[in-house]
């Protein structure tokens, strides 16, 4: 079945220090894999996508289908940065529809 | 409008009432998705729409109907709400045509059943 998996609930890490947000996967076909953000009070926003390998605002992801993983990065985290965090998974019930993992709160301590 | 709009913002309502929770895009986006979100269960999906006129059933669709009469409107309905139903509720788009899988999210839907 299509699953995504992101084991932590809840991160929290101080202001500069590294973040990695962890994201497994399980999906028989070629994935196409997101990381999506939710900033207090705001809608949910794309964050990045792994097929355009791009970085936005200092994160970075990169696919590894040998773990089936997609870890989202950032080598100095802001306070900024502190939002809800949900890695998704496209290719389940035809085309687009996204599958979500459970979500991952990051908090960044001054 | 820009985007995706959600109405209404919260509700409380008593369980066995109908409720309908509106959405509206004005991105001619032929795909919409309806997902409920919840602490520890991330998002999941209820119902969704590839095309005016056409729908389909995602992971948690009981208790639930959707409608696709035109483009721009994706309601969905709880026929005769219950406290599990409790969540907050996300409409989203995508526009299938360019290969751009992104979705563009609406506000939300806090709706509490009681």
């Known amino acids: 079945a299509q699953r995504v998996t992101q084991p932590e609930k809840l991160l929290s890490v101080f202001k500069g220090a590294p973040v990695e947000l962890k994201c497994n996967y399980s999906y028989s076909g070629s994935p196409e894999l997101f990381w999506y953000v939710q900033y207090s009070r705001q809608r949910l926003q794309l964050l990045l996508r792994h097929i355009s390998r791009e970085s936005i605002k200092g994160f970075t992801a990169d696919l590894n289908k040998g773990e089936t993983s997609f870890h989202l990065k950032k080598p100095f985290a802001q306070e900024e940065d502190s939002a809800m965090y949900y890695c998704?998974?496209?290719?389940?019930?035809?085309?687009?529809?996204?599958?979500f993992g459970q979500g991952t709160r990051l908090t960044i301590n001054p | 409008i820009a985007g995706i709009t959600q109405a209404p913002t919260s509700q409380i309502l008593a369980a066995g009432r109908r409720m309908t929770l509106r959405c509206t895009q004005d991105?001619?986006?032929?795909?919409m998705y309806w997902y409920r979100q919840d602490l520890g269960l991330g998002l999941r999906l209820i119902h969704y729409s590839n095309t005016a006129g056409t729908t389909g059933k995602g992971e948690v669709p009981d208790g639930y109907s959707v409608s696709r009469a035109n483009t721009d409107d994706f309601p969905l309905t709880l026929a005769s709400a219950v406290p599990s139903q409790t969540s907050v509720y996300f409409c989203?788009?995508?526009?299938?045509?360019?290969?751009?899988?992104?979705?563009?999210f609406g506000s939300g839907t806090r709706l509490t059943v009681v």
């Open positions: 991105m001619r986006h032929n795909a």
């Open positions: 998704a998974l496209s290719g389940v019930w035809g085309a687009q529809k996204l599958v």
């Open positions: 989203a788009s995508s526009d299938s045509g360019t290969g751009n899988y992104g979705y563009t």
